[in-house]
């Protein structure tokens, strides 16, 4: 009697072990792939409890959530011939459990492998001001290189990728620099030359309306001696009219032009005649 308690009591205990080991959590970030004798069961086990044969069964739970990776920088040739190095981070995530466990031994090493000979090849393809003042365009390539072997054989989606940092070289530094420089310099002579040209415009139309109204003129005469004597200087500047230096000219050439004399004995004499 005892012995068959014994089994009995054994034989619970085992069951129990076996329904403990079959019970299995998977958590809300997580998707299981269950191997029945080293095959892939159809479909993912979803978040929650979930049973598998004991012995028979082995699941494997994959994260869905979104990875980062710090892709190290890379040195390249640009398409102008620049030496740059590189950097970048690639965010994925899986989006077919079974075929990043099935296909790929390790999913984060291959797309870090894959996002490192893309980034080389991308910046090969693109010249230096492209890659320093597009860098959403190369981001957009990058993106698409990197997917384009992953997301279908192994289940992994590229959801973004971003240049993080572009090394150049220290001579290629001083040049932009330079470059630089001399553009400011030229936008500032062609801001001067524009002012220079719309003040001439200005003071023309300005000539044009006081030569048609005399009266403007003597205004801004007036004011020109009421903001000089407003400085308090001890010397008094008085612009002096070109009508009016012109009407002392004219005057003065009448002035100093040969008085007639009449000759009075050709004058008498010719009275005499007349007589």
């Given at each position: 009697m005892q012995t068959w308690q014994s089994v009995l009591v054994g034989a619970v205990v085992v069951?129990?072990?076996?329904?403990?080991?079959?019970?299995?959590?998977?958590?809300?970030?997580?998707?299981?792939?269950?191997?029945?004798?080293?095959?892939?069961?159809?479909?993912?086990?979803?978040?929650?409890?979930?049973?598998?044969?004991?012995?028979?069964?082995?699941?494997?739970?994959?994260?869905?959530?979104?990875?980062?990776?710090?892709?190290?920088?890379?040195?390249?040739?640009?398409r102008d011939n620049v030496t740059v190095q590189v950097d970048a981070a690639v965010y994925f995530k899986v989006v077919d459990p079974v075929k990043a466990i099935v296909n790929v031994r390790d999913y984060q090493h291959a797309v870090s492998q894959v996002a490192q000979t893309s980034l080389r090849t991308v910046i090969g393809r693109a010249d230096l001001d492209t890659l320093l003042?597009?860098?959403?365009?190369?981001?957009?390539?990058?993106?698409a290189v990197i997917d384009e072997p992953t997301e279908q054989?192994?289940?992994?989606?590229?959801?973004?990728?971003?240049?993080?940092?572009?090394?150049?070289?220290?001579?290629?530094?001083?040049?932009?620099?330079?470059?630089?420089?001399?553009?400011?310099?030229?936008?500032a002579r062609v801001i001067a030359a524009d002012g220079e040209f719309q003040a001439s415009t200005r003071l023309a139309d300005a000539a044009r309306a006081m030569h048609a109204t005399p009266g403007a003129f003597q205004l801004r005469l007036l004011q020109t001696v009421?903001?000089?004597?407003?400085?308090?200087?001890?010397?008094?500047?008085?612009?002096?009219?070109?009508?009016?230096?012109?009407?002392?000219?004219?005057?003065?050439?009448?002035?100093?032009?040969?008085?007639?004399i009449p000759d009075t004995a050709a004058e008498l004499h010719g009275h005499s005649d007349h007589r």
């Open positions: 069951l129990v072990l076996l329904g403990l080991g079959s019970i299995r959590m998977v958590q809300q970030y997580e998707r299981g792939v269950v191997f029945r004798f080293g095959r892939v069961l159809p479909g993912v086990r979803e978040p929650g409890l979930r049973l598998i044969v004991p012995i028979a069964d082995r699941m494997q739970k994959v994260s869905v959530q979104v990875i980062v990776l710090s892709v190290p920088g890379q040195g390249a040739i640009t003042s597009d860098r959403e365009r190369i981001s957009a390539e990058l993106k054989p192994w289940g992994v989606r590229i959801e973004l990728v971003e240049l993080k940092d572009i090394a150049l070289p220290e001579t290629m530094k001083r040049s932009m620099s330079r470059q630089a420089e001399a553009e400011r310099e030229r936008r009421s903001d000089v004597a407003a400085e308090k200087n001890s010397t008094l500047v008085m612009p002096f009219p070109v009508e009016l230096l012109r009407f002392f000219d004219h005057a003065a050439g009448h002035i100093a032009a040969p008085v007639t």
